[in-house]
């Protein structure tokens, strides 16, 4: 594995301060990622959309230092002073460290804001990450102009990676695969890519509304998820299985073929939450009101023969997935009969997006 380009090694002007601002998209996995091994290498390849309204903005200043030993940085979250978020970002700038060694050369000063309500129970860790990578990879190019666009998302996501895996696929769109695939061209392990293929114009403006069904924090974190699956009994099949799902999901996003779209998503999610049911110790993240929105969906199909389905991601709130064309529809649907579900009726609407923007 070579991570020695994504060193950072000279440069080539002396910057004293800089302010730069980005805004990074979340993303919701379609074939999911659950399961790696040191430095943050995925078991299996996964996909996922980059969501548009769903997104972080961040913006750093940085100014300049006698060389520190380790990274310090302050650190506000929508205004105010936020100390009980930095260990996370201070292990990610340690991990970082080898490769961006600059941030040893600036103090820094971080402001974040997600655009998804605080705890609204969507994990911000993705687009969180993706910000503070871009912001670094700005840096880096006002330190080094001659970097190309292809290496600062390539890098950017290198190191959104090591900060949390999915935030890999948060730095482009509206299609992002992680982890090494033998069908998927350019992939790796080590960064995310974009989906290669021509994808069908149904996949191309897909909508996903987050129905809010528990705003609370997660009783397992996706950390100690992640490493259930080390002595995990079925692990080694779900590697696979996701790997072969991956493959099928390339050709289904090509053709555009729905119903086979609907049934491989739903036993992503499904399967997902099963590795959790079989943990051990096991958990449940899903609350009863996940389950009565999964049999209104499938009763709703049934009656209408509506393209909607759902995902999941670690926790209980429900992913509706569905083509532009139905919007109308499944917006009375989710009003009359899922919203209800939802704690204080609460969902946003979202649609598939591009990736990272500079603000
Ligand atoms: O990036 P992490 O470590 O928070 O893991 C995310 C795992 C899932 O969201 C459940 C699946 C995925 O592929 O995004």
């Not at 380790?70 to 100390?83: C, I, N, T, V």
């Not at 692990?235 to 779209?261: P, T, V, Y």
Request: proline residues 4%.
């Amino acid at each position: 594995m070579n991570t020695s380009e994504f060193i950072y090694k000279s440069s080539e002007k002396n910057i004293e301060n800089l302010t730069v601002a980005w805004q990074t998209p979340s993303n919701i996995a379609l074939v999911k990622y659950w399961g790696k091994s040191e430095p943050q290498i995925p078991k299996n390849a996964s996909i996922s959309f980059t969501l548009n309204n769903c997104n972080t903005k961040t913006k750093i200043e940085f100014s300049k230092t006698n060389t520190l030993q380790s990274p310090e940085f302050e650190l506000y979250f929508e205004g105010k002073k936020k100390d009980d978020f930095k260990p996370k970002i201070n292990k990610f700038f340690e991990r970082i460290k080898e490769y961006c060694p600059y941030i040893l050369e600036y103090k820094m000063v971080i402001h974040s804001e997600n655009s998804f309500p605080h705890s609204s129970g969507i994990a911000s860790s993705a687009s969180g990450m993706a910000a503070i990578a871009m912001c670094l990879m700005n840096l880096e190019k006002e330190l080094n102009p001659s970097l190309t666009d292809a290496y600062i998302n390539q890098k950017a996501s290198f190191l959104a990676r090591l900060g949390s895996g999915s935030a890999s696929r948060s730095i482009e769109g509206p299609l992002v695969v992680w982890g090494e695939h033998p069908k998927i061209t350019g992939s790796s392990d080590l960064y995310g890519v974009k989906f290669p293929f021509n994808v069908h114009t149904v996949f191309e403006d897909y909508c996903d509304t987050i129905l809010l069904v528990d705003k609370g924090e997660k009783q397992v974190s996706s950390t100690v998820g992640h490493n259930l699956m080390h002595d995990h009994p079925y692990a080694e099949n779900r590697f696979k299985q996701a790997n072969d799902n991956l493959e099928k999901l390339s050709e289904i996003l090509q053709n555009g073929d729905i119903k086979s779209f609907i049934s491989l998503v739903e036993s992503e999610a499904l399967t997902l939450h099963a590795m959790m049911l079989t943990s051990n110790p096991y958990f449940i993240l899903m609350k009863p009101n996940t389950l009565e929105i999964i049999n209104e969906i499938w009763e709703y199909r049934k009656e209408t023969n509506s393209n909607v389905c759902f995902t999941l991601d670690a926790g209980a709130n429900v992913h509706l997935l569905y083509p532009q064309n139905e919007k109308e529809t499944i917006e009375n649907f989710i009003k009359e009969t899922l919203s209800k579900y939802c704690q204080k009726n609460h969902y946003i609407c979202d649609n598939v997006g591009f990736g990272a923007q500079k603000i």
